[in-house]
T-cell receptor, first 109, second 115 residues
Framework: RKEVEQDPGPFNVPEGATVAFNCTYSNSASQSFFWYRQDCRKEPKLLMSVYSSGNEDGRFTAQLNRASQYISLLIRDSKLSDSATYLCVVNNAGNMLTFGGGTRLMVKP | ETGVTQTPRHLVMGMTNKKSLKCEQHLGHNAMYWYKQSAKKPLELMFVYNFKEQTENNSVPSRFSPECPNSSHLFLHLHTLQPEDSALYLC??????????????FGPGTRLTVL
């Protein structure tokens, strides 16, 4: 079983749609969680950290369910510029990040 | 953004060549990392340096040799690579490796092709 699993997609959605991505992780001792965004042929950039209580940043909402070892990202009112690959990232020890394979999102006009 | 820079951005090398990748961070961070991103595979952590000391070597073959002369610079020396080593090599930095919630900032990467 992969340490961090994501549906690779692609998710094709129209502008304005709401889309949700899920991610599961295998290590119950994982300490912290993040969503990164990676545009084609570019480096990953931190989108948001994920806290147990859930957190929101504008159109983006992240949720963590430790009991189910499950992380989610919700994007509301999708924009064309949201098209990218979204990486689920888990920190197991120290600052050693384990990345999921990414979920590709394509927002269409 | 110029927080983390990498050179060269593209590199083509033969299997018998020796080359080096360079990373520099301008963020005042103390931890630096090398990652490998192959096509259709997740990013894989290769090496971690914290305060210039190597703290992790993630079972990387010896044909990859890191060097961290100071907290701002990180090199990856390459020799006798294989075609399957072709990938995007990403450098990252963060404030302190020991922190479990430190944000890592990535450089633009070096796209390496081994012929």
């Amino acid at each position: 079983r992969k340490e961090v699993e994501q549906d690779p997609g692609p998710f094709n959605v129209p502008e304005g749609a709401t889309v949700a991505f899920n991610c599961t992780y295998s290590n119950s001792a994982s300490q912290s969680f993040f969503w990164y965004r990676q545009d084609c042929r570019k480096e990953p950039k931190l989108l948001m950290s994920v806290y147990s209580s859930g957190n929101e940043d504008g159109r983006f909402t992240a949720q963590l369910n430790r009991a189910s070892q499950y992380i989610s990202l919700l994007i509301r009112d999708s924009k064309l510029s949201d098209s990218a690959t979204y990486l689920c990232v888990v920190n197991n020890a120290g600052n050693m990040l384990t990345f999921g394979g990414g979920t590709r999102l394509m927002v269409k006009p | 953004e110029t927080g983390v820079t990498q050179t060269p951005r593209h590199l083509v090398m033969g299997m018998t060549n020796k080359k080096s990748l360079k990373c520099e961070q301008h963020l005042g961070h103390n931890a630096m990392y090398w990652y490998k991103q192959s096509a259709k595979k997740p990013l894989e952590l290769m090496f971690v340096y914290n305060f210039k000391e190597q703290t992790e070597n993630n079972s990387v073959p010896s044909r990859f040799s890191p060097e961290c002369p100071n907290s701002s610079h990180l090199f990856l020396h390459l020799h006798t690579l294989q075609p399957e080593d072709s990938a995007l090599y990403l450098c990252a930095s963060s404030q302190d490796w020991r922190s479990g919630k430190d944000t890592q900032y990535f450089g633009p990467g070096t796209r390496l092709t081994v012929l």
